[in-house]
């Protein structure tokens, strides 16, 4: 019996030293860095797309919007189970520069709001889609690197879409 109990310690012991490096590892501050800004640049999105779907008569701009809203808010919850480990607050709202942008769209209407809406779109997915690549490249997390691969592509297809978009405008 003793042997038999030994075993089963050294299984356990052994089995947890497999599993041990699959937990979430502490982030680095780097990845940290990303998160945060992900995160920010999550809600500053939606809100920009809150403010389109409501304001644009465009229904390519609409459907751009809306479409901005869903994959931004599926985006962020798939970056929570890190925020969460590593203890970062999610931000709730969109930063003072967004906010700026907002109120200037807010006085716009028509055709001048989509143009700078998009415009603003092509710029704010080009900075982020170079901020995943490079995170991307440099994270050791690789639970945290599929995500970030994840947001990437879906970055570089909202990039694509709302350039095509502004040349249409």
């Not at 990303?34 to 459907?63: P, R, Y």
């Not at 997390?141 to 350039?163: I, P, S």
């Amino acid at each position: 019996m003793k042997h038999t109990s030994q075993i089963i310690f050294c299984a356990v012991l052994g089995f947890a030293a497999v599993l041990a490096p699959l937990k979430a590892k502490a982030a680095t501050d780097d990845d940290k860095k990303f998160l945060a800004m992900a995160a920010q640049s999550d809600q500053n999105e939606i809100a920009l797309a809150k403010l389109a779907d409501e304001k644009s008569t465009n229904a390519a701009v609409k459907a751009f919007a809306q479409k901005m809203i869903a994959e931004h808010t599926k985006m962020t919850a798939s970056m929570k189970p890190f925020a969460e480990s590593w203890g970062l607050t999610p931000p709730s709202g969109p930063d003072a520069d967004t906010q700026k942008e907002i109120d200037k769209l807010n006085k716009l209407s028509g055709n001048d709001f989509d143009k700078e809406y998009m415009k603003q779109m092509v710029s704010d997915h080009s900075k982020a889609l170079s901020a995943f690549t490079k995170e991307a490249k440099d994270t050791k997390d690789m639970k945290f690197q599929a995500v970030v691969l994840q947001g990437k592509t879906a970055v570089a297809a909202h990039k694509n879409m709302a350039y095509d978009l502004e040349k249409k405008l």
